[in-house]
């Protein structure tokens, strides 16, 4: 099945700086790539996604890029702030298919 | 983005009872609802898959007599917890899926177990 790997853990950031979170995946045939943010004790919300037939995707301070031939997505959040701190998960199917393969997770802390 | 309910957001409840979570989804409707389980500071384990009108598909491990699925309609799935235990004290999630396969989630609901 889809493995799915997110580095790093946990990212420091100073408010106003951009963050970057790398997701790996294993399935050549996965094509559908979304992000999640978790806050403390709620559900994961998504924030943005990503298909095969793009390689870039912004929707404001967010971004997300997708190489396939590297197997390799990001999520780059640009002009931090500290409601910009969470979990996010990075997730891999192949679209259609029901499952979501998700990463462990990654701990952003902004700092003010 | 598309709204997903859960009800209830906390439960506590004795050992040897059973609890019942329902999510909604809000303004769609869903023929795919998934649920989730999470441990603090895990990743989200996916427990069944559950599909209006048909029996709900279980992930490897999980004990379907215990964790009992419905989805009664496009718009609510149920799941419940039978005979809890304090190991079964978790945060457990429902999503439910557009037809565009967008996979939108709930908040989630904090069982404990005493």
């Known amino acids: 099945g889809e493995n799915v790997e997110q580095h790093p853990s946990t990212l420091s950031v100073q408010e106003g700086d951009s963050a970057v979170i790398k997701c790996t995946y294993s399935d050549s045939a996965s094509n559908y790539f979304p992000w999640y943010k978790q806050e403390l004790g709620k559900g994961p919300q998504l924030i943005i996604d990503i298909r095969s037939n793009v390689g870039e995707k912004k929707d404001q301070r967010i971004a997300v890029t997708l190489n396939k031939t590297a197997k390799h997505f990001s999520l780059h959040i640009t002009e931090t702030q500290p409601e910009d701190s969470a979990v996010y998960f990075c997730a891999a199917s192949v679209y259609g298919n029901n499952r979501l393969a998700f990463g462990k997770g990654n701990q952003v802390v902004v700092i003010p | 983005g598309a709204v997903v309910s859960q009800h209830p957001s906390r439960v506590i409840c004795k050992s040897g009872t059973s609890v019942k979570i329902e999510c909604r989804s809000l303004d769609f409707q869903a023929t795919t609802m998934f649920w989730y389980r999470q441990f603090p500071k895990q990743s989200l384990m996916l427990m069944a898959t559950s599909n209006e009108g048909s029996k709900a598909t279980y992930e490897q491990g999980v004990e379907k007599d215990k964790f009992l699925i419905n989805h009664a309609s496009l718009t609510l799935s149920t799941l419940t917890v039978t005979s809890a235990h304090p190991e079964d004290s978790s945060f457990y999630i429902c999503?439910?899926?557009?037809?565009?396969?967008?996979?939108?989630f709930g908040p989630g609901t904090r069982l404990t177990v005493t």
């Open positions: 999503s439910a899926r557009l037809q565009t396969y967008e996979q939108y």
